[in-house]
């Protein structure tokens, strides 16, 4: 990387955030994102897309594809954003983001791409058959933050090094095109207590959209029924919950349901453990479902309840993609004129 000192930033605040629409959200996504997109749309001008060109760098099918991308906003909807105060839109209706991608993988290295680990994860040993779109996935995401010209995002522990793959291009284009503080260095927001939810079934691994399993997760467009039943099945131990975080450490699927229940209750592990220490799962696993219950049913009401109206969210997904194109084509056009595009 260059040694130039780089140049504060001085345009507005603004957070950029967004969701693959490739399978069904689920209670760690609510967790570690949409509550957390919810309460930024309050503090800071909140751009929030679905993020369907990430999500065809595997195979989607595209007849689901559209429907999938309802689904997302319809959570986000459900979930509190307000597209009145949040602008949300599809990623592949604001042509800019894959314009300006363009001109950021002849900025950026191979060097950079070839260090990140979230390709070799997903790749596995066959990363010949992976798509090319795999590869530069983060550059994708940086030209996503810059077009908007974004300076914070929510990130987890696994997106921290797309991040810093984002400021490196940024720090590289303002540097090679003489535009000091041209582009922000996007700061992350660290995801706190309940981003980081675990499987029902096994504590180890992360709750995801691809588990076979349907018991390992609590999906959004679950009902009261299902949500309780899943939370009774879930995996634990014999031994009463603890008094101490120490002694939790130890019992991933014990520290995952007290984490859950925390996360939804506004508390602290601490917090629970004071109320339930020295208690078995037979009492803990009821108070828990009542909880999960009363915050996630009301959101799966309201998105049956938007799917159910398609007009609807195309309407919103397109009055925030008019927004979104707005404040990217300046970008982009000044981008053209810096690099030297005939015409810019």
Wanted: aromatic share 8%; charged share 25%.
């Amino acid at each position: 990387m260059t040694d130039q000192a780089p140049v504060t930033y001085a345009g507005p605040p603004r957070v950029l955030s967004g969701v693959q629409p490739s399978g069904a959200l689920h209670l760690g996504n609510y967790l570690g994102a949409l509550v957390k997109f919810t309460r930024l749309q309050h503090e800071i001008d909140t751009f929030i897309f679905v993020a369907d060109l990430h999500a065809i760098t595997v195979w989607q099918d595209p007849a689901a594809l559209a429907q999938q991308t309802r689904e997302i906003a319809a959570a986000y909807i459900a979930s509190g954003l307000d597209p009145d105060k949040a602008t949300i839109f599809p990623q592949s209706a604001v042509r800019e983001h894959a314009e300006l991608s363009w001109i950021f993988n002849c900025v950026a290295r191979l060097g950079w791409l070839d260090r990140m680990t979230q390709f070799k994860e997903k790749s596995g040993k066959h990363k010949e058959r992976s798509s090319v779109g795999l590869y530069t996935y983060p550059v994708l995401q940086a030209a996503d933050i810059l077009v908007y010209k974004a300076t914070h995002v929510p990130v987890g522990e696994d997106q921290k090094q797309h991040l810093e793959l984002t400021r490196d291009i940024a720090q590289k284009f303002n540097h090679d095109f003489n535009a000091p503080g041209f582009f922000p260095l996007p700061d992350p927001l660290i995801q706190g207590p309940g981003a980081r939810v675990m499987s029902l079934r096994d504590g180890s691994a992360k709750m995801s959209k691809s588990d076979p399993s349907d018991y390992s997760r609590i999906n959004l467009t679950d009902d009261a029924d299902t949500i309780a039943a899943k939370i009774k099945k879930a995996r634990t131990d014999p031994e009463p919950l603890p008094e101490t975080i120490e002694d939790l450490a130890a019992r991933a699927e014990a520290d995952n349901l007290v984490g859950i229940f925390a996360a939804l209750a506004g508390k602290t592990k601490a917090e629970v453990l004071a109320e339930y220490a020295g208690k078995g799962f037979g009492t803990f696993k009821p108070a828990l479902a009542e909880l999960a219950v009363e915050k996630l049913a009301p959101v799966g009401e309201k998105m049956r309840g938007l799917l159910g109206d398609p007009a609807v969210l195309d309407a919103i997904l397109a009055k925030g993609a008019e927004k979104a194109r707005e404040a990217a084509a300046p970008t982009l056009a000044e981008v053209k004129k810096l690099v030297g595009f005939w015409g810019a």
